[in-house]
């Protein structure tokens, strides 16, 4: 009897499972998708800014050059014509870019990516509190973007490093850096003094064209940040009234993160 009837029990098992497989549907095509390529570049007036040279002015009346530039770019969306907006997963959805670093230059923003047109594309400037988290980057270069704790910790959106001639002449440095603000009591400027903190990051927009994902295939977009923007637009940047280094300056920071929104542009390759 107990034959039978592990014979039954087998029987029947075979019976479901042999269901179950002609049940299943079978597989579909497989959705057409795309990989989506960012490279970066630097642009002052419309040209490949030319790094280490006094060779630009801003609206203030500064002559000023640039010796680098690193940043983060992070929560880049795609949004599709047909209404979908698309995001990259967490650790995908950061990218640090430096321009002493070639291979930082280029990222690979997405694979998988449903095809079509795009109406546009916008990331985050700088890391959002939820994210800028202190220690979460232990090796160069993005350790080396630290923001001290006492100022607020986590990271640098910002470093944008160089010279400036005041109205003496005089060539000084410049450390335009954006990153957590500070409110201090009485205005006092002490980190002893300090309440509060203020996220100047922000979301940005590039200008240019939508751009189209085929079916299958890598579609490279050229993002650009137009260094003048920083200092001109729409907010006049004057490092006689600032000086060099703006990082315990909430006023100042205010306006590179104000100017910063129209700083970027898109084109695809």
């Not at 209404?83 to 990259?88: A, E, K, M, V, Y």
């Not at 490093?161 to 002490?190: E, M």
């Not at 309440?195 to 295939?217: K, M, Q, W």
Request: overall charge negative.
């Amino acid at each position: 009897m107990r034959y039978r009837f592990t014979n039954r029990i087998l029987t029947a098992a075979c019976l479901l499972l042999a269901f179950a497989t002609a049940c299943k549907p079978e597989p579909g095509p497989e959705k057409p998708s795309s990989t989506l390529n960012l490279t970066f570049d630097h642009l002052a007036d419309s040209l490949p800014l030319r790094f280490n040279t006094m060779a630009y002015t801003n609206v203030a009346g500064n002559p000023y050059e640039v010796t680098e530039v690193m940043y983060f770019i992070s929560d880049i969306r795609l949004y599709h014509s047909d209404g979908r907006i698309i995001r990259l997963s967490d650790w995908e959805n950061i990218h640090y870019i430096d321009s002493n670093i070639p291979s930082t230059l280029t990222f690979s923003a997405g694979s998988g990516l449903p095809s079509g047109r795009y109406d546009s594309l916008t990331f985050t400037f700088g890391l959002s509190e939820e994210i800028n988290n202190s220690y979460m980057f232990v090796n160069p270069p993005e350790v080396n973007m630290a923001w001290p704790e006492v100022l607020g910790g986590g990271y640098h959106y910002l470093m944008l490093n160089g010279w400036w001639r005041d109205n003496a002449g005089i060539r000084k440095p410049y450390n335009f850096h954006l990153g957590i603000g500070q409110i201090y009591a009485n205005n006092s400027g002490q980190v002893s003094d300090i309440t509060g903190f203020i996220h100047n990051h922000f979301d940005v927009t590039p200008s240019g064209s939508p751009f189209t994902l085929p079916a299958e295939g890598t579609v490279s977009l050229i993002v650009s940040m137009h260094i003048q923007s920083w200092f001109d637009t729409p907010l006049n940047f004057d490092f006689n009234a600032w000086g060099g280094a703006i990082m315990q300056n909430q006023d100042a920071m205010y306006i590179g993160a104000v100017n910063g929104r129209d700083a970027f542009s898109i084109r695809q390759e």
